[in-house]
């Protein structure tokens, strides 16, 4: 009879929305093998546009069995007031007295290594990077501010897991925290798509049955580089020799009324359209004939599994942990970030090549079912957990 008593796990994620940090939290926190784990979720804000439809990390929790805590005043803006935001995240780890804390995106990260190293008992805390902050585009102040936070999380933390090559790469320069690095790819779990024809009846109702379909699912944030996308899409607008085709967003986020703007600023209301957040959107991409993600940042996209899974060939910049996914004309096309052109001529090729549209997408649904299975994933994950 085992009489081992159950490590409890703590995550901490700061928003409560549905992103790639959330995804992450949701997938291992209900995965753990029950008999030797309790998992607890904590997180702050949720986004408006999630909130009561079902789709926010705490409602999904609550569907699969897995309590959520919440932190009212957890957000992802730095003020004074995170001296509130400590004081919570202390006394929840003093209520809950985890073995493990798991913390995941970068403000959340911060102020639970430090309240977990101030907290009278030993609680093991593991930093999950999604995309090191410091690389986004920022004021030189800001960055060296954020890198400062970044690498105290990640002094203060026990193991740093890192998503992709290039974060760990990023990682292993930090003072006194190589040794404390492991590279733990985002894994996927296998799921089913509906019918092309009737995917592509949500997705471009009414189109050409010879229309290509390119897709991006993302949050409309300035990381996800989609105003470089409408442009690069704008300049193929006017060329004549080009099969039919529409661009469809999936994904809402705060800068939905500039991306609106720069649809009409360039009469493509007929051609591109932000469809808004759609649940489970993934099972829409049978109906996709080239997916594009035009990120400035990434760590490594589960939109990029989840393409790979679906069959649909990639055009992506080359950011983060893409380049360990997608392999250059081979599997998709990699570009610079913020270069329309290029993006426009990709995604020219593509709408062009019938053939390669196909050997893409094959050669990267391979790559992603035999080297990023969630299975995988979470078998390192627990070698972590119990080192």
Known sequence: MNTTAKKKVLFLVTKGNWGGAQRYV????????????????????????????????????????????????????????????????????????????????SKAAGLGALAARLQQHFIKIIFTVHGWPFNEQRQFIERAAIFLLSWLTALLSHTVIVICRADEKLGRQLWFVKKKIRLIHNGIKPFSTIERNEARTTLIPNARPDTILIVTI?????????????????????????????????????????????????????????????????????????????????????????????????????????????????SGILLRAKREKEIADALRFLMTNHKKRDAFGVALKQKVLSEFGFEKMLVKTLVVYDS
């Open 218 to 330: 993302a949050e409309l944030t300035k990381n996800k580089g989609l105003a470089y996308a409408l442009r690069a899409v704008a300049t193929l607008a006017h060329e004549k020799d080009l099969p039919p085709f529409q661009y469809v967003i999936i994904g809402e986020g705060e800068l939905r009324s500039a991306l609106e703007k720069i649809i009409l600023e360039n009469n493509l209301s007929v051609i591109a359209r932000l469809a808004g957040f759609i649940p489970d959107a993934r099972t829409l991409l049978s109906g996709a004939d080239i997916f594009l993600l035009p990120s400035l940042k990434e760590g490594l996209p589960y939109a990029l599994l989840e393409a790979g899974v679906a069959c649909v060939p990639v055009v992506a910049t080359n950011v983060g942990g893409i380049s360990d996914i997608i392999d250059d004309m081979q």
């Open 26 to 105: 949701f997938d291992l926190a209900t995965a753990l093998p029950k008999e030797r784990f309790e998992a607890v979720v904590a997180c702050g804000e949720q986004s408006r546009t999630t909130n009561g439809d079902g789709n926010a990390l705490s409602e999904k929790l609550k569907i699969a069995g897995v309590r959520c805590e919440r932190v009212p005043s957890l957000g992802p803006d730095i003020s004074f007031a995170d001296i509130g935001t400590f004081q919570e995240i202390f006394r929840l780890l003093k209520t809950e007295q985890p073995d493990i804390l798991h913390l995941n995106s």
